[in-house]
């Protein structure tokens, strides 16, 4: 029954009552209680229909707030997208040649044109696996974030600032596990096989790192409930910062030293001088090494030498991306004991039975038997 059509009966009782003579007191009080039946039926229906519309608001509020929460991610990322390939990526081949520029003509020394080219060809043979990338992380990211404890909101200040300091810490152990860890050494050894620093060795980066498995460090953002878009938008921020670290023609800057992930920061962990060796893992922010005990400053009474502590002496695109896999399958098959497979999987890289061997055969024979 409708609030209108309550409301006509009610009016049609209340006539119907004054209409009726005196004498008719049983049919008086019948329709009496008939219309204060009909008033309470119709005050009931008015609360209902109140609350249902409340319902009805609450619920298309709470749609609103799901469809803004799965697609701000998607606002976010398509935003940083749109400036990183608008305005940065035009900016790297012009840097490229600057440096080039400033090489030659102001400071007259070699350009490292070789392994310019190197990088070069490197970058292209890890687009076809950065394609099938999302084909893995997008299902296990779309679980995690169906699952997630709680909806980070990415509309205002704050929001951003968390996934910035998120994508920032999970970098940072993400990075310092593929130094401490062969199995994920072996695609971030690529990066640091250049025996020169420049601006091209910035997107010298390994092919297997979908196999390797350092993506698994972020998937806890997307638990514990930022967008899975937004992280990638941000850790290609992260990335694209980078670029610039890659040089030693820019010098110190100052107080921005301490907060900030600078070249001469980068310059270290770049070096293969025992005191710099796994230093200063930090994307865009220094303040995790700071607080965790692994930064390194730059010293000016001590050159530094780039490249791995045991350089693989060539230029070979394949052999960059691939020299650390053989050398740890060659390894693994070498060990005499099960622990001792173990650990040149997921050992430290200067355990490793090649290491060993590059130092002293002896030792190398000395750990395959433990």
Known sequence: MTIATSAIMVNALSAAQQMSSPS???LAISMARARWLLVMSTAMACRMSLSQRGMHRVSFVSLRKTRFDETEGRRVAMHIHHHLYHFIYPFIPGAILLEIFYFGVIQHRSYPFLEMFASIVIWILRMPVRLLRP???APIGYFLWTHRVSTIPLDGPWGLLLLFLGTELTYYWMHRASHEVRWLWASH???HT???IHLASAFRLGATELF???WLFHLPLYWLGFNP????GMLSVNL????????DLIGRLGPLEWIFNTPSHHRVHHASNPEY???NYGGILIVWDRLFGTFAQEESHTPITYGLVHPIGSSNPLKILFHEWIAMGRDFVRARTARERVRQLFGRPADSLAGAMARSPRQAMALGAD
């Open 24 to 26: 008719d007191s049983s």
């Open 135 to 137: 084909l893995i992380v």
């Open 189 to 191: 050894v690529v990066h």
């Open 194 to 196: 250049p025996e020169h």
């Open 212 to 214: 390797s498995g350092g």
């Open 229 to 232: 878009l937004a992280v990638s």
């Open 240 to 247: 694209f910062y980078q670029f610039w670290l890659h040089t």
């Open 277 to 279: 060796v796994d230093r």
